[in-house]
């Protein structure tokens, strides 16, 4: 099972998330799980622009580093045309973020899972907590929900 955090805050936003949701049903897995929409404040950055942000569960074969080559293609395909650099975080039309895959840890120059910035993130942490409250972080052994309630 591999836990995935969408966000969007411009253009059809809800438009995006359901476009991204829909290719990673068909290139990724079954999604199991979907969250609710939750708008938020963007994180990092100042915008006018508020996110809707969601999380899913998919279940998948696929091993981590082709789910984020199929998510990156995902995101320019729904038109993204930038990623992040040294932290400067800016507007756009779709973000997906791999949070966990099952108990795995992954450290690579292009992956790092679980996602390091996830246990401080709200708008990770509460789509995840809807519908994975349960599941353990791998690293730090506690749940999603307490990682929620410690926040």
């Not at 049903?25 to 915008?47: L, N, Y």
Request: glycine share 6%; with cysteine.
């Amino acid at each position: 099972m591999v836990y995935l955090s969408l966000g969007s805050n411009m253009g059809d936003r809800e438009g995006c998330l359901s476009a991204a949701v829909t290719l990673i049903s068909q290139e990724i897995g079954h999604v199991t799980a979907q969250s609710d929409i939750f708008e938020t404040e963007p994180w990092g950055f100042t915008s006018a622009n508020a996110f809707l942000n969601q999380a899913l569960a998919v279940e998948t074969s696929l091993p981590p580093e082709e789910i984020l080559t199929i998510t990156q293609r995902i995101e320019r395909e729904i038109g993204r045309t930038a990623k992040t650099e040294n932290g400067q975080y800016g507007d756009r039309l779709i973000d997906i973020d791999l949070l966990m895959y099952d108990d795995m840890t992954v450290c690579t120059e292009k992956l790092k899972l679980p996602h390091p910035l996830m246990t401080v993130r709200r708008f990770v942490l509460e789509p995840l907590a809807q519908i994975a409250p349960d599941v353990v972080h791998p690293v730090l052994h506690i749940t999603i929900r307490e990682l929620l309630q410690n926040l």
